[in-house]
């Protein structure tokens, strides 16, 4: 018996690596793999991976909350108060969000399952999401785990991937739903300006769409670019659910804590469901990033100057090199490249994965747009010289290769 046959159209067709080679960094083997060749991985969006970078009173919190017994229970389902009223506070002063914590948030074990479920009550079968291309793998996945179809909107990487009317308007249809954004853009890193946000703000009100937007990366912004909250702009509160995260910005991946920002009437759906879909998320670390989201210091003032230098230094080793197209990061820790002039995502990840013994993301999965792209997470370890010493050894590998291809002599 095929039992996948007997399964939800949207999840036959999925694989997690256990029968076959997979291309998503989070399952199969490609960690461990290139860990026991003593080898970087450089594939996972977690800052200062696999390193300690908890903040002393943060994690004095968590430790607090463990020895009193208190993390051995649940907190309400939709989220702790604390936490809710610190966030309530960060929109305030980051997004140009006024909101009442105890209508318009809800805590989730990270922005994953918080990004699906902020879909849920939306899509049915048949519906279809505009999803910018490149972005996030989950963006184009969801909509399909809930019956519904991803379409492309094609981001011109020429012109630094922005988004564009014409662009949208192509892929419109009249079974269209949804918008889907990553804000800023993951893998490209691109910050969508208030002028690309207020465009697409008009555009899903004229044609009274819905929109979700993951912030996912919100929080290290370079070059003074502007961080444009979709929700907060006219007409937008209603029709919009915001995505946020503490893993990126904070460095508290493992933490597993998210939040949804919306509306009293799509929050309302929301609480209703909460426990049946999400659960209660962590006790003890809820506590933790409350008192982390009055206290960003560490942040700006730890982790940002560390991101913006990194940025840099990577853009200047893979600069120069034939084959390899790339453009600076203009937000986080990722690098988008292009090398489809070397070869396939795949053939590039193994040449690099065997030569120069760093693990890096291959662009399939981040859409049609994604062939011939690897992506770099340049956040990882706290010591920036072992992230150098990786990258030195991708441009020597990629170099290599050109030398192979006949690009270079």
Request: net charge negative; charged share 20%; glycine share 10%.
């Amino acid at each position: 018996m095929d039992i996948r046959l007997k399964m939800r159209e949207g999840f036959r067709g999925l694989q997690g690596g256990l029968f076959g080679k997979v291309e998503k960094a989070d399952v199969g083997g490609a960690a461990e793999e290139v860990q026991r060749a003593g080898g970087d991985m450089l594939g996972w969006a977690d800052p200062f991976m696999p390193d300690d970078c908890m903040p002393a009173a943060v994690k004095a919190i968590a430790i607090d909350r463990i020895e009193k017994g208190l993390s051995a229970h649940y907190t309400h389902p939709v989220g702790d108060a604390e936490l809710k009223a610190a966030i309530a506070r960060k929109l305030a002063r980051q997004n140009g969000l006024s909101v009442v914590p105890e209508r318009n948030i809800l805590i989730t074990p990270g922005s994953d399952s918080g990004l699906l479920f902020a879909m849920m009550p939306f899509i049915e079968p048949g519906d279809e999401v505009l999803v910018p291309d490149p972005s996030y793998p989950s963006n184009f996945l969801n909509p399909k785990l809930l019956g519904g179809r991803a379409v492309s909107v094609l981001l011109d990487e020429a012109n630094g991937f922005r988004l564009t009317r014409a662009a949208l308007e192509a892929a419109l249809s009249p079974r269209t739903k949804m918008v889907l954004l990553t804000n800023p853009n993951n893998p490209t890193t691109t910050v969508f300006s208030r002028e690309e946000m207020t465009m697409l703000a008009e555009f899903v009100i004229e044609h009274d769409l819905v929109a979700v937007v993951d912030q996912a990366f919100e929080d290290f912004l370079f070059d003074g670019r502007e961080m444009v909250t979709l929700a907060a702009l006219p007409g937008m509160w209603e029709r919009t659910v915001t995505v946020c995260s503490v893993s990126k910005g904070m460095a508290l991946s493992g933490v597993r804590v998210g939040y949804l920002v919306a509306d009293d009437h799509i929050m309302d759906v929301l609480y209703g469901c909460a426990v049946n879909v999400i659960g209660a998320t962590n006790s003890t670390f809820q506590a933790a990033v409350a008192y982390a989201m009055d206290h960003p210091e560490f942040m700006t003032e730890g982790y940002y100057p560390i991101f913006e230098e990194r940025r840099r230094r990577v853009h200047e080793l893979l600069s120069g090199i034939p084959g390899v197209k790339t453009q600076l990061p203009q937000s986080a820790f990722l690098t988008w490249v292009d090398v489809s002039a070397l070869g396939t995502a795949g053939e590039v990840a193994s040449y690099l994965m065997r030569e120069a013994k760093v693990c890096v993301n291959e662009g399939g999965p981040y859409g049609r747009q994604g062939a011939g792209h690897i992506r770099i997470v340049h956040g990882c370890f706290q010591d920036s010289q072992r992230i150098y010493r990786a990258m030195e050894r991708v441009r020597a590998a990629l170099i290599q290769l050109g030398r192979e291809k006949g690009l270079a002599q």
